[in-house]
């Protein structure tokens, strides 16, 4: 079935360092890759998003590069603040029976120390 | 302000009692769904309602049901059949279920089984 696999499954960065998560997933017929961010007690909310159609996009510090060959994709947090700690997830979407849904990640736990 | 309101927050069962979560949306969205997130893993599908009246089995259904028979409104209700029922739940929506785009999540219900 369909899979994508995240990692590391935790980080740590020091404050004003760089971050960068990887997904790989399964199916070639993915178009739409989302990432979340999770604070505790919270539910996730989109960060960024990139589509089959582009290789990269960039929002401010963060950025989602996507490989459609090697079916990869990362999401890249730069000059890393405290308030960036979370739980990130990424997606990729998966055609169902004429309904596209999302196939999560396992979540990967990033920790910034001031 | 618009969004995903989910309740109860926190909830205890004993075992061989059914539970209902509730979730309700002001964000007039068609597509709804439940997601179940368990330490370590990534979000799993559990139903979706792609309009009014109309639901379908995610990947993980067994032990579950749920009902939309409002727009705004889709509960969930976890029975006595569902063997591994402590979770966090997550209830999302959609603009539609045509196009994959942004989820848009509540803030969970953890459901704890005594």
């Known amino acids: 079935g369909e899979n994508v696999e995240q990692h590391p499954s935790t980080l740590s960065v020091q404050e004003g360092d760089s971050a960068v998560i990887k997904c790989t997933y399964s199916d070639s017929a993915s178009n739409y890759f989302p990432w979340y961010k999770q604070e505790l007690g919270k539910g996730p909310q989109l960060i960024i998003d990139?589509?089959?159609?582009?290789g990269e996009k960039k929002d401010q510090r963060i950025a989602v590069t996507l490989n459609k060959t090697a079916k990869h994709f990362s999401l890249h947090i730069t000059e890393t603040q405290p308030e960036d700690s979370a739980v990130y997830f990424c997606?990729?979407?998966?055609?169902?029976?004429?309904?596209?849904?999302?196939?999560f990640g396992t979540g990967t736990r990033l920790l910034v120390s001031p | 302000d618009g969004g995903i309101t989910q309740s109860p927050k926190y909830l205890f069962r004993k075992e061989g009692q059914n539970v209902t979560l509730s979730c309700e949306q002001n964000l007039n969205h068609d597509a709804m769904y439940w997601y179940r997130q368990d330490p370590g893993q990534g979000l799993r599908l559990i139903y979706y309602s792609q309009i009014v009246n109309d639901f379908q089995k995610g990947d993980i259904a067994e032990g579950y049901s749920v009902s939309r028979e409002k727009k705004e409104s889709f509960p969930l209700t976890v029975t006595s059949a569902q063997k591994n029922p402590t979770a966090f739940y997550l209830c999302?929506?959609?603009?539609?279920?045509?196009?994959?785009?942004?989820?848009?999540f509540g803030e969970g219900s953890r459901l704890t089984v005594l």
């Open positions: 997606a990729a979407s998966v055609q169902n029976t004429g309904f596209q849904k999302l196939v």
């Open positions: 999302a929506s959609s603009i539609d279920w045509l196009n994959t785009g942004e989820l848009f």
């Open positions: 990139i589509r089959s159609n582009v």
